[in-house]
């Protein structure tokens, strides 16, 4: 039996993850007020083991206007993007603010790389109209992720590492705090918070191949649904273009932005078939379709023809050591193949969760006093249908800004209430039922099948037979986890636990996309339905709402799409 703690920690705010938008949101409360007493919670062991530090490729801001660059080009390019499904208020914040909190994180030390006049030197991206993707080499999310922990330390927030949080505490649509599983002494310990920020990044993982880390398994969605929060746009998953072969592991967008060039069977830069202007360097869905299109059409690599190459040769030894030192040794490590000499077998990967919480511009979650939701497990408005790269360490940096903003106005009114008794004791049987399994079922088969089934039928091209199969599978699923077995039956360090608990949260945010990519009858951004291929602006300029319903399954609503002055167009690249 795991008990909860009688004695709780009290503060005012407690931030739930420890990657950049964590950092961002607890350095900005306390630049308003440095009395706020924030605390950091986090499963990984520290915020540098956070997904946030695998960043490669860089971060939007426009810098340099003398070749024509602007906010407003920035602000377009975004809305296209995302297919005309971003919320454009939500997109005008975003790039208005990106070159002060990047210019903030330059000052707060963050390394990155300059041109020879000493500027932050900037890169192409894929849909970007000019080369505005600062970047660190291509290592830019950590380096980032190191100057926003400084700041951390520096401030001396207590952070709370290798602690798994199990549930908010919410009654009455009021978030008390949550309930976190304490993995080193075996307890289960109450944050009892004025408010909670949820900044537990994305979902990849329920996707067999993926770019996520291990720990992207939507616990903070899952958590916030169970507890009726509203989902937002949940069926819509980038995929891209870039993972390394069967590995999944990202190989950056920047080794595109740098120069390189996508390749099928017969040696053809087959990207001038579906964007010939922009060739390479179009937004990740359009380049994602353009590699499985080759893939099904017989001109993939290989003896089984299953994926394509990116070769980045032509770049050169010094180039590649220069701008794209990591993709080099991933690539050495992980296929035994020397980008210098040899281009790299690639296939696209699950990459960024495009649906998530629902919050308002304030980033406060739609419906419940006392709970945000910020970086990548929020339901990103401005992002659209088809996020655009490195407009996503932005959006964390815009965000941690926003929310600590808001989060200190809103602590500033509010106490503490006392804890309802009967949530605590709802949370610790829900965590002891799963501890006490006995039955014939392994977590870590439903965890692969899940898996498999979400690459197969909810992938990049979807239609109504595949995602009702899915939905079918899952919910098959969700009836064989009731009958798992834990055998580790300890307090301390139960990762057989933990792993029962993402792999639940993962068959949780499963159903919710696949049933949402099933509802949405159209193709748009990243959302590919073969039997539905037009984007239907008639019927789907709307955002998806899902809430779980009382039947246990997700039940949907809609809502406008915040459309200012880029009236939708047909968009090609
Ligand atoms: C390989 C890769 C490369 C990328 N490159 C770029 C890029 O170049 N440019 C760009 O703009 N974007 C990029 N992205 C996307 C971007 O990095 C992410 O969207 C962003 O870093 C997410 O940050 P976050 O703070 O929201 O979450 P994360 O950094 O994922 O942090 C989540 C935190 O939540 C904690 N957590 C989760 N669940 C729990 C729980 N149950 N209990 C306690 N703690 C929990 C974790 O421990 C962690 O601290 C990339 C993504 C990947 C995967």
Redesign the pocket.
Same mark, same amino acid.
């Given at each position: 039996m795991i008990k909860i703690e009688k004695e709780e920690i009290e503060c005012d705010i407690a931030v739930?993850?420890?990657?950049?938008?964590?950092l961002m949101a607890a350095r900005t409360t306390l630049d308003i007020d440095p009395r706020i007493k924030v605390v950091l919670?986090?499963? %990984?062991n520290g915020?540098i083991?956070?997904?946030?530090g695998?960043?490669?490729?860089? /971060?939007?801001a426009v810098l340099d206007t003398s070749k024509g660059d602007s906010i407003e080009e920035h602000i377009f390019d975004t809305v296209k993007g995302g297919d005309y499904l971003g919320n454009q208020d939500a997109i005008r914040v975003l790039c208005e603010n990106a070159p002060r909190v990047v210019g903030k994180l330059g000052d707060w030390g963050a390394n990155f790389s300059r041109t020879e006049n000493g500027e932050i030197a900037q890169r192409a991206f894929g849909g970007h109209s000019f080369n505005r993707t600062c970047y660190a080499q291509d290592k830019?999310?950590h380096v980032m992720l190191q100057a926003l922990y400084e700041q951390a330390l520096k401030m001396g927030i207590e952070i709370y590492s290798e602690?798994?949080? /199990?549930s908010l505490i919410v009654k009455d649509n009021i978030c008390h705090g949550v309930v976190?599983y304490d993995l080193n002494e075996g307890k289960l310990k109450v944050i009892h918070a004025k408010a909670v920020i949820l900044?537990?990044?994305?979902h990849?993982r329920a996707f067999f191949i993926t =770019?996520?880390?291990y720990?992207?398994?939507g %616990?903070?969605a899952a958590m916030a649904y169970r507890v009726g929060m509203p989902l937002g746009d949940m069926g819509l998953m980038q995929f891209h273009p870039t993972g390394l072969y069967k590995k999944g592991v #990202?190989v950056?967008e920047a080794a595109r932005g740098e120069g390189g060039w996508l390749l099928n069977a017969l040696g053809e830069r087959f990207m001038a078939r579906y964007a010939p202007a922009k060739m390479e360097l179009a937004p990740r869905d359009v380049v994602s379709r353009g590699i499985q299109r080759e893939i099904l059409e017989g001109r993939g690599c290989g003896p089984n023809k299953d994926h394509v190459l990116l070769s980045i040769v032509h770049l050169g030894e010094k180039e590649i050591a220069k701008k794209l030192p990591q993709i080099r040794e991933i690539t050495k490590d992980l296929a035994g193949i020397d980008p210098v000499f040899e281009p790299i077998p690639i296939q696209p990967t699950a990459?960024?969760s495009m649906g998530g919480v629902l919050v308002d511009l304030n980033d406060m979650v739609v419906g419940t006093k006392g709970a945000f939701a910020?970086?990548?497990?929020k339901y990103p408005a401005e992002q659209g249908a088809n996020r655009l790269?490195?407009? =996503? #360490? #932005?959006q964390?940096l815009v965000d941690g800004e926003i929310v600590g903003k808001s989060v200190a106005e809103y602590v500033k009114n509010s106490q503490l209430h006392p804890i309802p008794g009967d949530v605590l004791e709802s949370i610790e049987n829900d965590v002891n039922a799963i501890l006490n399994c006995s039955g014939p079922e392994r977590v870590a088969d439903i965890k692969l099948i899940l898996q498999k089934t979400m690459s197969a039928y909810c992938g990049i091209f979807r239609n109504k037979r595949e995602l009702e199969l899915a939905l079918g599978i899952i919910r098959e699923l969700k009836q064989r986890f009731c009958h798992i077995k834990i055998s580790d039956k300890t307090a301390t360090f139960n990762m057989a636990l933990v792993k029962a608990l993402e792999t639940r949260n993962l068959l949780t945010i499963s159903e919710v996309m696949a049933a949402d990519a099933l509802a949405r009858e159209e193709s748009r951004g990243s959302h590919y339905r073969t039997d539905f291929p037009e984007r239907d602006d008639d019927k789907w300029l709307k955002h998806t709402i899902a809430r779980l319903g009382k039947d246990g399954k997700p039940e949907f609503s809609y809502k406008p799409v915040v459309i200012l002055e880029h009236k939708p167009q047909a968009r090609t690249y």
């Open positions: 739930v993850g420890a990657g950049g938008a964590a919670i986090n499963k %990984d915020p083991r956070s997904h946030t695998a960043a490669q490729g860089g /971060v939007a830019t999310g602690w798994y949080v /199990v976190a900044a537990t990044g994305g990849g =770019s996520n880390a720990a992207s398994t %616990d903070g #990202l950056t990459h960024y910020i970086g990548e497990c790269g490195s407009n =996503s #360490l #932005l964390l």
